[in-house]
């Protein structure tokens, strides 16, 4: 699997909804980073969506916190969604990523986001 097809973008009620699939780690984070930031160049809101993500390492962390880090920059609005009872919420709220960029599910965040 390739990091194209680990990646998928659609757009649901104005934003971009970018689903990351699989494992995200040191194999395939710095091109599935690339990836995220090209596909959603020019979009004003962006939910990050981690339900599919079976594994997340810290080289999978590096990119979640830089994607998140490049959208901040440009000023579009982000979110990023872990379900609560997942193996990626718990690793989320491990290390103390920003609660206030968390949703437990697409609908929550987009609720969030005034694309």
Do not use: W, Y
């Amino acid at each position: 699997m390739t990091a194209g097809d680990r990646v998928t973008v659609s757009v649901e009620r104005g934003c971009e909804v970018v689903r990351l699939h699989g494992d995200v780690d040191h194999v395939n984070a710095d091109q599935m980073e690339r990836e995220v930031l090209s596909t959603t160049r020019a979009a004003a809101g962006v939910v990050v969506d981690l339900t599919p993500v079976t594994f997340l390492d810290s080289a999978g962390l590096r990119c979640l916190d830089r994607v998140v880090a490049a959208f901040v920059k440009r000023q579009a609005q982000v979110m990023v969604v872990a379900p609560d009872d997942g193996v990626v919420r718990f690793t989320l709220d491990l290390i103390g990523f920003l609660p206030e960029l968390l949703a437990s599910t697409v609908d929550e965040a987009l609720a969030e986001l005034d694309c």
